[in-house]
């Protein structure tokens, strides 16, 4: 067989067997997954309904700088903070709205979000669904404006350390010092009085096998630490209205 022939039966598409270094397309990067931003910010991005509100949500366990195991709900204030500052920085939102189902957790992560929250310059609603229990309270009162379901309960009680504990002096002042951070915080941001506040906190019979008192839902309103009974309807109608 000569050459001709052996062309015909295998033709040659090109000359190059590969193209040059300069001839290659630029390497890209991957463009970024919504599951690779849900798992470094905990959201795909900063969501932004048309008329402006961004809903943030607070749920199960607030965990701080101690991770949680992996079978609890968390709420990781590493993932809360960043987007107050987008909220805060967005021209394009005009109003944040809380949604609380949390159980409380880290005291200072709490009083980390909750600070941030009452900073912002841009009219806040919170609205508690089935549970603001605990450090939970600070961020529900530290909205503009509050909210509670009427099913929806709220625990106050005194802060407990879990695990290894020194017992010395120096520990029970820490816990009544970052006790007093909490009481201050919701005085401020809500119409209940401090020493009711730390009545309800040490009252017996209420809770089984520990002291505080449990709020339903139009009792938070009574005692002055929420400012009325509601839905989501009403939550974001009084939110559309401080926007406008």
């Given at each position: 067989m000569?050459?001709?022939?052996?062309q015909?039966l295998?033709p040659?598409?090109?000359?190059k067997?590969?193209?040059?270094?300069?001839?290659?397309p630029p390497?890209r990067a991957?463009p970024?997954?919504?599951a690779d931003?849900?798992?470094?910010?905990?959201t795909?991005?900063?969501?932004?309904a048309k008329?402006?509100i961004?809903c943030?949500t607070?749920?199960?366990?607030?965990?701080g700088?101690?991770l949680?195991?992996?079978?609890?709900?968390?709420?990781?204030?590493?993932h809360?903070?960043p987007?107050?500052?987008?909220?805060?920085?967005?021209p394009?939102i005009?109003?944040?709205l809380i949604l609380l189902n949390?159980v409380g957790?880290d005291?200072?992560?709490?009083?980390a979000i909750a600070?941030m929250?009452?900073?912002l310059s841009k009219?806040?609603?919170?609205?508690?669904?089935?549970?603001?229990h605990?450090i939970?309270i600070?961020?529900a009162v530290?909205?503009g404006?509050?909210?509670?379901?009427?099913t929806?309960?709220?625990?106050?009680?005194p802060i407990r350390?879990?695990?290894f504990?020194?017992?010395?002096?120096?520990?029970?002042?820490?816990?009544?010092?970052?006790?007093?951070?909490?009481?201050?915080?919701v005085v401020s941001h809500?119409r209940i009085?401090?020493?009711?506040?730390?009545e309800?906190?040490?009252r017996?019979?209420?809770?089984?096998?520990d002291?505080?008192?449990?709020?339903?839902g139009?009792?938070?309103?009574?005692?002055g630490?929420?400012?009325?009974?509601?839905?989501?309807?009403?939550a974001?109608t009084?939110?559309?209205s401080?926007?406008?």
């Open positions: 000569n050459e001709n022939q052996y015909n295998f040659r598409t090109s000359d067997i590969a193209p040059t270094f300069e001839e290659m390497a991957e970024s997954t919504a931003d849900i798992q470094a910010l905990g795909p991005k900063v969501p932004v008329d402006g961004h943030l607070i749920i199960g366990q607030i965990e700088h101690i949680l195991p992996s079978q609890n709900k968390t709420t990781k204030y590493e809360v903070m987007q107050l500052v987008a909220v805060e920085q967005s394009d005009k109003g944040l949390t957790g005291v200072e992560a709490g009083l600070e929250i009452a900073s009219p806040t609603v919170s609205l508690v669904l089935g549970g603001g605990s939970g600070p961020i530290a909205a404006y509050s909210f509670i379901a009427e929806a309960t709220m625990t106050i009680h350390l879990s695990g504990v020194l017992g010395i002096p120096q520990t029970w002042d820490y816990l009544e010092k970052m006790q007093e951070r909490v009481v201050r915080f809500s009085k401090a020493e009711r506040y730390r309800l906190m040490f017996t019979g209420d809770l089984a096998r002291i505080g008192t449990v709020l339903v139009g009792d938070a309103v009574k005692e630490l929420i400012d009325e009974v509601g839905g989501l309807c009403e974001l009084k939110l559309k401080a926007t406008e």
